[in-house]
């Protein structure tokens, strides 16, 4: 059992060095105080803001300064890369005909970091 999260929660990527906070369009249309989101809240800079500076060197800007530094690691924007919905969510609670996204999901950049919430904003709900 977790909490459906909503516009407002803090996420943290394993790569990044600044949190950051979920963005979600009111486009459900669920009735709550805060937009509620689900698992297809997944969008780049839309739904997920960067996270201040990456330093992985997976991600291609972090690897070229890092080149051009002489191999010393050298972090860049954090602009974060997600392809593919957020998981598990919660398939029993449905958010926009889509499982809800609940405090326990992760989602995965294409450059290895993990996002996952610390904060599930506020306005959320309890989720089975």
Do not use: E
């Not at 950051?20 to 709550?32: E, M």
Request: with cysteine; net charge neutral; proline share 13%.
């Amino acid at each position: 059992m977790g909490l459906c999260v909503c516009t407002g929660a803090s996420m943290t990527c394993s790569f990044g060095a600044a949190p950051s906070t979920l963005n979600v369009l009111p486009t459900n249309r669920v009735v709550t105080s805060t937009p509620l989101a689900n698992i297809m809240d997944n969008i780049p800079i839309v739904n997920i803001p960067p996270f201040g500076m990456c330093n992985t060197p997976s991600n291609p800007m972090v690897a070229a300064a890092t080149a051009a530094a002489q191999g010393v690691l050298t972090p860049q924007p954090c602009i974060p890369v997600t392809v593919a919905p957020w998981v598990p969510g919660s398939p029993q609670v449905l958010i926009g005909n889509m499982p809800a996204l609940n405090n326990d999901s992760k989602l995965m950049c294409s450059y290895g970091g993990v996002i996952q919430f610390s904060a599930p904003g506020q306005g959320t709900i309890q989720v089975p």
